[in-house]
């Protein structure tokens, strides 16, 4: 599965915007996925956090595809 990754760092001062190789490459990969603003519900964010206690290191992105994988899988979805 492609990630892309959320440091999107720019090189030399705040006023420059001139991007980083990372930067551009974090640019392309996430003009070419759909992104979803989510803000989950008290018993989701439960969930979710419960995943992420589970595999220190995990990020939010992480753990909520975990959990719709899971769904998917118990509702007998392919990947």
């Known amino acids: 599965m492609m990630n ?32 979803i603003d989510y803000m989950p519900s008290p018993e989701a964010l439960k969930l979710i956090e419960a995943v992420i206690a589970r595999n220190p290191g995990a990020s939010y992105q992480q753990a909520i595809d975990a959990l719709l994988r899971k769904a998917g899988a118990s509702l007998g979805e392919r990947r």
């Open 4 to 35: 892309c990754e959320t440091d999107v760092s720019i090189t030399g001062n705040a006023q420059t915007t001139e991007k980083s190789p990372n930067a551009l490459r974090v640019a392309r990969c996430r003009d070419g996925r759909r992104r």
